[in-house]
């Protein structure tokens, strides 16, 4: 049974972006109302690094990176269409392909071509997709725990795919969500985890019928994100957590064969988001990997 609670998530999330200093924003984008933050603007020796949140996520996920990254960074940080802030409309495709194409028109609005691309999880999937829809291909792409990763090396990448993953990120009641914050973490309770369960929740239980939608297409054509990978030419950092159980660190072999120059990070005690779990490090390895590809 569902227990109504007051939400007080747009509250939390005007106050964080406050903090951060960065700037809400509105646009257009294939019939979406699509928000997002802006913080610092394009210029010369200046990296525009676009920040796209996973699955049943936000913005917001990525609030401790902008409290750790450059401050003369220009950082694009959206609510991926269907998600947040962002419109979801019933009759819209939303596989990576399809976000991919968005996503890429959005960026076109913006005069630089010193793109940098970072994705976490579902948007690591989007994001491997994206830096082949660019005109201008990226300066780096930064994966963390990217779905859209076969967990073994031979996988066929045009094969369908099940996944069970549903019961854990398409929460149906607070127990649900409980369950969820403790998955896509190291699997053991924390008190933001339980913070987060409390502060979230009344969002993410509306969400049900989007959520649904958005999961099934993930999973329309769920290794696309791969076979764009094995024809890479960006440089590729991958992120991971060696406890994750969404995305098992299993995944991580398969950077070895198709993409062997990409730089691989895997963190201990992390699961599923480097970003939240461990921000201090992975923000590093990140500001590291664009200053280098950025001249």
């Not at 959005?106 to 994705?119: D, I, K, M, S």
């Not at 990070?265 to 939240?276: C, D, Y």
Request: net charge positive; with cysteine; glycine share 8%.
């Amino acid at each position: 049974m569902n227990i109504p609670m007051p939400n007080f998530w747009p509250a939390a999330r005007t106050g964080q972006r406050w903090l951060l200093k960065a700037e809400r924003r509105e646009t257009s984008l294939d019939g979406h109302r699509m928000v997002y933050l802006e913080r610092g603007t394009p210029g010369a020796g200046r990296p525009t690094v676009l920040l796209i949140h996973g699955f049943a996520a936000m913005k917001e996920n990525w609030g401790l990176w902008l409290r750790r990254l450059p401050r003369h960074w220009h950082l694009l940080v959206p609510d991926l269409p269907g998600l947040g802030e962002s419109d979801y409309r019933p009759e819209a495709s939303y596989r990576y392909e399809a976000q991919a194409v968005r996503l890429a028109d959005w960026l076109a609005r913006f005069p630089t071509e010193n793109v940098h691309l970072v994705g976490s999880s579902m948007g690591g999937a989007i994001a491997s997709i994206l830096a082949h829809k660019l005109g201008t291909a990226p300066r780096s792409l930064t994966l963390l725990n990217s779905a859209g990763i076969p967990e073994h090396p031979d996988a066929d990448l045009n094969a369908p795919v099940r996944s069970d993953r549903d019961d854990i990120l398409i929460p149906r009641d607070w127990k649900g969500v409980y369950r969820m914050f403790n998955s896509v973490g190291s699997g053991k309770p924390t008190a933001s985890g339980l913070a987060m369960t409390g502060l979230l929740g009344p969002d993410l239980l509306q969400r049900t019928t989007a959520l649904r939608h958005i999961f099934n297409d993930m999973l329309a054509d769920a290794l696309a994100p791969a076979r764009y990978l094995e024809r890479h030419t960006a440089p590729l950092q991958v992120q991971w957590g060696d406890r994750d159980v969404i995305t098992p660190t299993r995944c991580v072999a398969w950077f070895e064969r198709a993409t062997p120059g990409a730089e691989v990070i895997v963190f201990k005690g992390v699961g599923h988001l480097p970003m939240l779990e461990n921000p201090g490090k992975s923000a590093s390895a990140l500001a590291a990997f664009v200053t280098r590809h950025s001249g």
